[in-house]
């Protein structure tokens, strides 16, 4: 047993931490968020060049052979900074479904930076469950037709390239007859609807009407799709529990920091024993998020899979639970200040409630652990 | 004893039932009621109409306007002014400044403000917090220093809601450097016209703009403004705080939340059916509905004349700290059940005039608003951590 990070990790963090420092960070997140885009093309290319991108793809698929405690890593730096560019959609998600496939000439495309892609999973009734689906896939010659309706997709406007879950047989409900999709974003019949998030990112609700796509759109087996989308979605989670880590780390900071140097009633109001606890819940808060999302990148893969299931859906309680405790009260702590759109407290707050409820809250995956065993 | 209405109390639970069906104008009430929320000129309309019925301030005494009501017709007036989606009033110069003018203005400075408050043609705004002094009020810095019949105030105001709107501002500023602090503060009221005020919008996390900053530079006031005699202002405010034990809970915005829950729950799908169905949501809604009827029955017996048996004088706070706590427990839950229909963003929409529909369920408009905003309501009116300490001083004091 090693809890120990390598020298090439520690690099990776250190090189990260820096770029975020330096470009990233509220004041960024507002000068961007009203942009086209709503984040910046050139830092994408940075990603690029500084070989982010290609982290979690194999070396076989053209990558850097990066495992979960890297993305881990990358990821946490990331949530220190509110970072705003699609990494996670398009390398974390999307990846994560490509990085199944045998072979994927998407991937050399992706990692050079000239290829945005999400995955279009959830659905208006659908709630949680990645296997209720009622957009369908009909057969139509030697393709498929796609009608249906998918909601909240992560930069879906974006994106040149969408993964979507459609149903080739079955019912709304059933496990099987669920199929994976590559379509273009802006095929004949996809109708995208953009709008900014709570957190400054943004999403889109994607309306699929009549989209007809050849049979090499099919990722994977027909009707064999909710296992890809499963394992693309847990090495997700995992990668999102390490951003909210990075997210609670900075808040701690920046409260203590705030409370040392704020003074009321003749002395700095870290003084107060009241607050002195506080923070002193809000640093255990993000010690036991930090320790279980290190459990989560080391367990995603691992072989036995209610192991895994345990290890991310225990990761993701974890992180909603600390990340709502010190979210809510670095914005408590700062007082006045911390409800404002100027300071960075309310941004990380608002990025922390958001991972909460995206891939499943904490009622969600309650259930997923308790039902694991 | 008992908590059945008797007759009387029946019939004016009819009486209040049926004017408001016919009075609360439906754009107001649908605004309330589907959380798009209310502007200036709907909650003046309404004041208005309350005002012209003799109900606009229950709680006033009879010779300024109030209605000499039981606390049992407080009570029903209140929950039916909720059911039916009024909304709330402006507090600063019905439930703040007026009570302050009515108990230590003088005769000239009550018939100077009190109709306007009355009429809803004057609207106010409260100057207290500076960037320097927020839990620490009294530390306050805004100065007034005399220059003949007139004072001169310096300084700035903080998290001054809604003094973008205002016509007038009630201000604690400092008057003497001498003794404690709370012994140099006077109460005096200002007119937002005034040469030298600057007021500059601060934007909060829900993108709205309610609060601004305020700033004072060489603003000429008559001492006539003055409320009550110098440098007794800090007990004028604190009245002020003591008199918000009647409204502070908002148990009727608190019973319409539960109905958007519930609206929501009945909306939102899961397992193949809806949130409503399933046991996980329905002992979410009992917990809050059980948190609710405890606070609502807190300020009934309070209302009714019952006091702490611990801390007497404390009412207010226990109200505010529980109130506060609660309206946060809710605005999460509501934002849960949405699930990541909580996500798409609304609150810039609103100042940039943008007309399209919300993306995904009607049921959740305004969720995200008050969400954010809600996490203020811990920190504004005297932090719950302050609270506390009030409580705790007065028990101690026992």
Not at chain 2, 76 to 104: K, R, S, W
Not at chain 2, 223 to 240: D, P, Q, S, V
Request: hydrophobic fraction near 40%; aromatic fraction near 8%; charge should be negative.
């Amino acid at each position: 047993m090693d809890l120990s990070f390598s020298d090439e990790q520690n690099m990776l963090r250190d090189s990260a931490d820096r770029f975020v420092l330096e470009n990233c960070g509220a004041e960024n997140l507002r000068n961007t968020r009203d942009t086209e885009d709503g984040f910046s093309r050139d830092y994408w290319n940075q990603f690029a060049e500084l070989g982010w991108l290609a982290l979690p793809f194999s070396e076989e698929q053209g990558g850097l052979g990066g495992t979960p405690v890297d993305t881990m890593v990358l990821m946490e730096s990331f949530g220190k900074g509110l970072v705003l560019e699609p990494f996670f959609a398009t390398v974390i998600l999307a990846g994560g479904v490509l990085r199944q496939l045998d072979e994927c000439p998407l991937i050399e495309p992706l990692v050079e930076g000239g290829l945005l892609m999400s995955v279009a999973y959830a659905e208006p009734q659908s709630r949680y469950d990645l296997f209720d689906v009622a957009t369908t896939a009909e057969k139509s010659g030697d393709g498929y037709t796609l009608n249906g309706h998918k909601a909240v997709v992560i930069h879906g406007e974006a994106a040149d390239k969408l993964i979507v879950s459609a149903r080739t047989s079955g019912d709304t409900r059933d496990e099987a007859g669920i199929s994976l999709f590559l379509i273009d974003g802006d095929a004949e019949g996809v109708e995208r609807r953009g709008y900014p998030t709570v957190d400054g990112s943004r999403a889109a609700e994607v309306i699929l009407n009549n989209v007809q796509v050849g049979a090499d759109a099919l990722i994977g087996e027909e009707g064999n799709g909710l296992a890809i989308l499963e394992k693309a979605v847990d090495e997700a989670i995992a990668a999102l529990c390490a951003e909210a880590v990075g997210a609670m780390k900075v808040l701690v900071d920046t409260t203590v920091e705030y409370c040392k140097t704020r003074e009321q009633f003749g002395q700095p109001i870290s003084q107060f024993q009241v607050l002195r606890h506080r923070m002193a819940d809000m640093m255990m808060e993000y010690e036991q998020a930090k320790s279980l999302a290190l459990v989560a990148a080391l367990k995603v893969h691992s072989d036995d899979p209610v192991e895994a299931r345990k290890a991310v859906s225990g990761a993701k309680v974890q992180i909603g639970k600390s990340g709502k405790f010190v979210g809510q009260q670095a914005v408590q702590l700062h007082g006045g200040m911390g409800m404002t759109d100027e300071l960075s407290v309310g941004h990380y707050f608002k990025r922390l409630t958001m991972i909460d409820v995206m891939l499943g809250n904490m009622d969600h995956h309650l259930k997923r652990f308790s039902k694991a065993a | 004893m008992n908590l059945e209405f008797d007759g009387e109390e029946l019939a004016f639970q009819q009486e209040v039932r049926e004017w408001v069906a016919e009075a609360l104008p439906k754009d107001i009430s649908e605004a309330v009621m589907n959380g798009t929320g209310v502007v200036k000129e709907q909650t003046i309309r309404w004041q208005k109409i309350l005002r012209e019925k003799g109900w606009l301030v229950p709680n006033w005494p009879v010779e300024y306007g109030g209605t000499g009501w039981t606390a049992a017709q407080k009570y029903i007036f209140a929950n039916e002014l909720a059911e039916a989606g009024a909304p709330a009033l402006n507090p600063f110069g019905l439930a703040m400044c007026g009570p302050v003018i009515y108990t230590y203005g003088s005769e000239e400075q009550k018939a100077q403000h009190l109709p306007g408050i009355l009429n809803s043609d004057i609207w106010w705004c409260q100057g207290y917090s500076e960037p320097g002094s927020g839990s620490d009020l009294a530390s306050l810095k805004t100065q007034a220093v005399s220059d003949g019949d007139d004072y001169i105030v310096n300084g700035s105001k903080i998290w001054t809601s809604g003094a973008h709107l205002a016509d007038w501002i009630f201000c604690l500023v400092r008057t003497s450097n001498e003794g404690k602090p709370q012994e140099g503060i006077s109460f005096l009221l200002i007119p937002m016209d005034t040469p030298g005020i600057v007021v500059d919008p601060i934007i909060m996390i829900d993108g709205g703009h309610h609060v601004n900053q305020v700033f004072f530079t060489d603003v000429r006031v008559p001492k006539a403004n003055r409320i009550g005699e110098e440098n007794k202002g800090w007990t004028y405010a604190k009245f002020l705080l003591v008199n918000e034990r009647n409204s502070i809970a908002q148990i009727g915005a608190k019973k319409r939340q539960i109905k958007r829950l519930q609206n929501l729950a009945n909306a939102v799908g899961m397992d193949g059916a809806t949130l409503a169905d399933s046991t996980t949501y329905q002992e979410k809604m009992a917990s809050a509905e059980i948190a609710l009827n405890a606070l609502e029955y807190s300020e009934l017996r309070f209302l009714a004349g019952q006091q702490s048996d611990f801390a007497p004088g404390s009412e207010a706070n226990m109200l505010k700290v529980k109130a506060t706590e609660l309206q946060q427990s809710m605005s999460e839950l509501f934002l849960e059940m949405a699930a990541y229909y909580s996500l798409p963003f609304d609150g810039f929409r609103d100042m940039e005039g943008v007309n399209e529909p919300p993306v995904g369920l009607p049921e959740f408009t305004g969720g995200n608003e008050d969400f954010l905003y809600g996490r203020a309501a811990t920190i504004y009116g005297g932090s719950n951590e302050i609270q506390k300490d009030v409580m705790m001083k007065i028990l101690m004091s026992m």
